[in-house]
């Protein structure tokens, strides 16, 4: 079966600072991964996804994940925290095409100014 | 081009009534898929339909819960005789046939 995890609940970063939002996921074929955001009493909003083709993502506000293969990793990366990026978010995977995804549990970012 | 359109945003019934949540997809997009977010929680799979068919439903309830796509208007999440654990946020997502989900803002329900 397909899964992830998102090791940590939480993740505090200064304004400015580099941030990393840590993902795993289960080793089964080719998977497709996701990262999405969550704004509080909103819906989720995709920030990007890796498929095939190069390791390093780039997707909305900033974003970037790298695919790591040898260590079935997809971290969530950001060069400096703002501190609107404070929000809580989900890394996904899917095998085999885009249907059933399936999300971690979430990471809740806070963003200190 | 709307985005997910789910309806009603914040719904408020009873132990033992029945809840209806509405899902519009986007325009061109076939496939629909129900996740539920219960407090403090990360987002469950349910179901996955596409027009008039259900193609996995293995994150469903076996009882009270049932959802449709039919051909014509919205998909449709029914809870039966909810109870107070059925409170959550449900979320529906659409997708093409070849590409990443969009997710509507929502439907919380809360069972009184």
């Known amino acids: 079966a397909q899964s992830v995890a998102q090791p940590e609940d939480q993740v505090n970063v200064a304004e400015g600072n580099p941030l990393t939002v840590k993902c795993t996921y289960s080793?089964?074929?080719?998977?497709?991964l996701f990262w999405y955001v969550q704004y509080p009493n909103r819906g989720l909003q995709f920030l990007l996804k890796?498929?095939?083709?190069?390791?390093l993502v780039k997707g909305s506000y900033g974003f970037e994940a790298e695919f790591n293969k040898s260590q079935t990793s997809f971290h969530l990366k950001k060069p400096s925290a703002l501190v609107s990026d404070s929000a809580l978010y989900f890394c996904?995977?899917?095998?085999?095409?885009?249907?059933?995804?399936?999300f971690g549990t979430g990471t809740k970012l806070q963003v200190i100014p | 081009n709307a985005g997910v359109m789910q309806n009603p945003r914040h719904l408020v019934r009873r132990r033992g009534q029945e809840a209806r949540l509405r899902c519009s997809p986007m325009?061109?997009?076939?496939?629909v898929y129900w996740y539920r977010q219960l407090p403090e929680e990360g987002l469950k799979f349910m179901v996955y339909?596409?027009?008039?068919?259900?193609?996995?439903e293995s994150g469903m309830p076996k009882e009270r819960f049932s959802a449709e796509f039919p051909k014509e208007g919205p998909s449709i999440l029914r809870i039966q005789q909810v109870v107070r654990g059925d409170s959550a946020a449900y979320f529906c997502?659409?997708?093409?046939?070849?590409?990443?989900?969009?997710f509507g803002q929502g439907t919380r329900l809360t069972v009184v």
């Open positions: 890796y498929i095939t083709g190069d390791n």
């Open positions: 325009k061109g997009h076939s496939h």
């Open positions: 997502a659409s997708s093409p046939s070849n590409g990443e989900a969009f």
């Open positions: 339909l596409q027009k008039e068919n259900i193609i996995d």
């Open positions: 080793v089964s074929g080719n998977p497709y």
């Open positions: 996904a995977v899917s095998y085999g095409g885009y249907q059933k995804v399936t």
